[in-house]
């Protein structure tokens, strides 16, 4: 009798082992699944806002959403992301690619900032108070003007 009892309380301390273990298992798989989750909620609004936009707009010179989007992506994403990020429909996406593999120092930028400087489409921004429609090609050859890597290095701070 004495050894049944504890086979059976063997049998169920191993029960409820297993059972704390794979919902800690799920746990920890969470939070990568959330983090990829995030990476294309930013995507699908950078898409949707479609205008490419300095640190800081409007008149109290507030830090813009798509910066901050920005930002995210470029804490988040390595430079075949990025790359991969290049070949998107989004011109918008596109040019914000193209600044996080800048801001990455990636090696195979060359042959996409030939192929963007040949871009004529024509994009919303937003510079400080300053906005309207202006050309891919315009904002890459300028890409500076528009993030700076000491820029970028603060905000990954904040």
Known sequence: MLKELTMQKNIL???????????????????????????DIVKTLMRKDGSVTSYATGIGG?????FQRFVYLVNHLNSDEFLELANDTSTCLKIYAYAGLTYNRC???ASLKTQFQNDSTLIPYMAGCLGGNVKASAIISNLKQWYSNKTVTFALKQ
């Open 13 to 39: 301390i191993i029960f409820l082992l297993s059972i704390c273990l794979s919902d800690l298992k799920a746990q920890t798989d969470n939070p990568q699944k959330s983090i990829s989750d995030s990476i």
């Open 62 to 66: 507030e830090q813009s959403k798509q």
């Open 107 to 109: 090696k195979k930028i």
